[in-house]
């Protein structure tokens, strides 16, 4: 059986568009040019919001760049400036020295060499084991992120792995 439907849309434009100003159709205008207008609307809608969003993340990018590399020169001058300047009080002394002369005092005398030395193995075998962690991740991360970009990730579960790494 085979039914066949006709609809005579300017029938219906007319009827139910055609003179009712609430909603902002133009009666001169025809069914066509009213969905074309809707359709320029919404292009230009997704348009904006794309631009929109892509500002947004430039500009959030730019601004946390801009306050690490703030942040990184305020720290470095204001440690600078206590090595220079700073006061500690030497050790079984109520006599202030400044930070530059007690370092010099530690390197400088033989019976602190040992644990100068130690102490400063260990702050490289921190920092190698620090950096090994982030190279981890980082080679981690890139891996993931092609995995996603191949599609072949489920949707958020790139999310779920960066958060809990």
Not at 35 to 55: D, F, L, P, T, Y
Not at 125 to 139: L, S
Request: hydrophobic content about 35%.
């Amino acid at each position: 059986m085979l039914l066949k439907i006709e609809v005579d849309l300017t029938e219906f434009y007319a009827e139910n568009f055609e003179c009712d100003p609430d909603l902002g159709v133009n009666p001169t205008r025809s069914l066509s040019d009213e969905v074309a207008e809707v359709v320029k609307s919404e292009v230009r809608s997704a348009i904006g919001n794309q631009v929109k969003e892509s500002v947004n993340k430039m500009a959030k990018y730019e601004l946390e760049r801009f306050g690490n590399e703030r942040i990184q020169a305020i720290a470095e001058h204001e440690i600078n400036n206590f090595i220079e300047v700073g006061k500690i009080k030497k050790q079984y002394s109520s006599e202030e020295i400044t930070i530059n002369e007690w370092l010099h005092d530690l390197f400088s005398s033989g019976h602190n060499r040992s644990l100068v030395t130690r102490g400063m193995e260990k702050i490289g075998k921190d920092f190698a084991v620090e950096c090994k962690k982030r190279y981890d991740m980082e080679f981690a991360s890139n891996i993931v992120k092609g995995i996603e970009a191949q599609g072949l990730l489920k949707p958020g579960v790139y999310e779920a792995l960066i958060k809990n790494a």
